[in-house]
């Protein structure tokens, strides 16, 4: 598919790309770029075999490629683009694993005034409780599910070509607006994550006083384990999402204040239809997933 | 250990103590006790060969019992206390498997004036998303938590046979105050399950919107596994414990503000140290379930 690869950030899911890639035979090479500070972790990856060289020059790093995929934190995007941008090839494909996509479409808009027609804006929805390249997998990616975000004037190719790329992988892919995407990674992803990290805060102050992590059980395990996902990453997301992030955040203090209510009034019918709603909800989730 | 054990509630965990209790030879016959509209279901434990007969003459279920576990929702235990007071026998242990204690105990001191001291309070840790007897197990309790509150006045010997009871089901079996009981429990347990039946209403509602379940991932399907919980179980034991966990929910409330803060004021940093703060906790409470 691809001459050649050149993935920018080769952490876990930057690494997981050039795995995948290069297993399913979709570039003859994959080569990664990073400034000095991401030299070890660079060296790192050449070691390990998941790509085939590593520059620190961007010029070195872009010749010849045919495909670039960003892979760093959304937050550090614009000025990658900055740095791309002398270089831009309207031959080259990019794309990106941003976990959020409006800000990206803002940091190109910022850069280039519009979204170049030959960025196709996608986000691997994959778990990241580790981190690095060291923990990237060749399969982190089957059977996940991977959406694109065309804009209007993104080259129908560019985006067939991503697709493809994406399907090959083995990723399930899916096409919705900028605006969707961020809306719906926020309900399910970013929000749930905030209340683990919540929740455990509060009860890892707790536990400093009196023992309480060592009475939780397997519910608490299973509902805290978003909890130990990468700071840096998740700091990076929520900030690039707040705009969807905040109003969920207050329609769900919305929400548990209206349990609170119900629980001091001693409501225990609307108690019960409430937690009925919540069970009967996760069983149409889990029924979707069968999909 | 014990001649006739009789169970009041042969549901998921009655039956389950149920099972456990003939497997590991813990007594030489189990009864169940409950009123005419439990009848089918305690039919159907006898059929499932989870106890050896039942009764709805709650003197007949009584005789010769040398140990009552009653093992129904909290809510419900002092109406049950009513109906074994007159037949109450010093000679007999009884105790419980109530998710919470504070409500027992005040139960039976509205009953007795004051617990009897042959009463041992008891709450098995156990996951209960699944009921009724037919999901009921010979090893729900093995290498779960069981956490005995006695008051200052039970009975040495009786508290130390119950001890001895859970540990041969397979238990590992924790004594503290009846306080320290529901305060855990409220931290570890009942706010983790009102988080997640709040946010799987909330989503569940923008769901029935526009789709957004679809594109939820394993972060949200294990977060909100305790969504699936029993809402009759559930809406029991928050009231019950509503003293625990008003106070918690808005100790919650104010975490994701201060959270919400720092999003809103674009406070990085601050954001980075509170996700790590959480992530190092999450790691303490690992640590601590290897013991």
Not at 137 to 148: G, K, Y
Not at 184 to 207: E, N, Q, W, Y
Request: glycine share 6%; hydrophobic share 45%.
């Amino acid at each position: 598919m691809f001459n050649r690869l050149c993935i920018i950030g080769i952490g876990l899911i930057g690494g997981s790309i050039a795995r995948a890639a290069r297993a399913q035979g979709l570039c003859r090479e994959v080569v990664a770029y990073g400034r000095e500070k991401n030299l070890l972790n660079m060296q790192l990856a050449k070691q390990l075999g998941v790509i085939d060289e590593f520059y620190t020059d961007i010029a070195a790093a872009l010749e010849n490629t045919d495909c670039v995929i960003v892979a760093t934190p959304v937050g550090s995007m614009q000025v990658i683009f900055e740095q791309i941008k002398p270089y831009w090839n309207p031959e080259t494909i990019y794309s990106d694993a941003g976990s959020t996509k409006g800000s990206v479409v803002s940091a190109l808009e910022a850069v280039f005034g519009a979204v170049p027609d030959n960025f196709v804006p996608a986000h691997p929805i994959a778990g990241a409780e580790r981190s690095g390249v060291d923990a990237s997998t060749v399969d982190l990616f089957v059977n996940r599910r991977l959406i694109l975000t065309p804009l209007e004037n993104t080259d129908k190719q560019a985006l067939a070509k991503i697709h493809s790329f994406w399907e090959q992988i083995g990723s399930s892919v899916s096409v919705m607006s900028v605006e969707h995407h961020d809306t719906v990674l926020a309900a399910t992803s970013h929000l749930p994550h905030i209340l683990a990290f919540a929740l455990v805060g509060l009860l890892g102050r707790k536990d400093e006083q009196r023992e309480i992590f060592k009475y939780a059980a397997g519910g608490f395990r299973d509902f805290s384990r978003i909890a130990s996902s990468d700071p840096t990453m998740w700091q990076d997301i929520c900030l690039a999402n707040k705009q969807e992030i905040v109003p969920l955040i207050r329609q769900f203090q919305a929400e548990l204040s209206k349990i609170e209510q119900l629980l001091v009034e001693d409501q225990s019918a609307q108690l019960f239809e409430t937690f009925t709603y919540a069970r009967n909800a996760r069983q149409r989730f889990l029924d979707q997933q069968e999909d």
